[in-house]
């Protein structure tokens, strides 16, 4: 799964090919007319607004190519990675951590032993193993938990033996904007 760093960087790339193929095709553009395009330099003309045009297309079209060819939000993209992607542990709620199973009278819990966790409570008939259980590290971009979901119905965040959290199914779909 990517993090939130490697969603910035692939939007930047994304961003600033977008905007060298617009860049070239209106370059080309104007030096095949001759440079009679004008497009807000000394005056206005027909040739500059067709050049604005083009650039205008082909960097969209380049970003709708990029947005799916990269999968990256929207907003990451259109701000050259300038707006981080939200993070699993941003989006991470807490969850109880014990130490014992008697103490446990919630519904869903993380075992600790020795300061580890090794396994989770409640999401099964039984015991899940830490290591069987679906766990991202915190730095995991919170759009790249779509697929662990259609598997489970809650992702754990932790980094290493820190537990950050839990996110649920219904929190994921909340943060896309499904209702």
Request: glycine letters at 12%; zero cysteines.
């Amino acid at each position: 799964m990517r993090t939130v760093r490697d969603l910035r960087l692939a939007g930047l790339i994304a961003y600033l090919a977008a905007l060298i193929a617009g860049l070239m095709v209106s370059g080309l553009i104007h030096w095949a007319l001759g440079g009679r395009g004008q497009f807000g330099w000394e005056g206005f003309n027909f040739f500059g607004v067709l050049e604005g045009l083009a650039f205008l297309l082909v960097f969209t079209v380049s970003l709708l190519i990029a947005k799916r060819a990269v999968k990256v939000t929207t907003t990451t993209l259109l701000s050259a990675g300038i707006f981080v992607p939200t993070s699993a542990r941003k989006l991470a709620r807490p969850v109880p951590v014990i130490s014992a199973l008697q103490s446990f009278e919630g519904s869903i819990a993380v075992l600790l032993e020795d300061g580890h966790p090794v396994g989770v409570i409640g999401m099964a008939d039984s015991l899940v193993p830490w290591d069987e259980a679906p766990v991202v590290s915190g730095e995991t971009a919170a759009s790249e938990l779509g697929s662990l979901f259609r598997q489970h119905p809650i992702v754990f965040v932790a980094d290493g033996d820190t537990v950050h959290g839990m996110v649920t199914r219904e929190r994921y779909f909340k943060y896309l904007g499904a209702r």
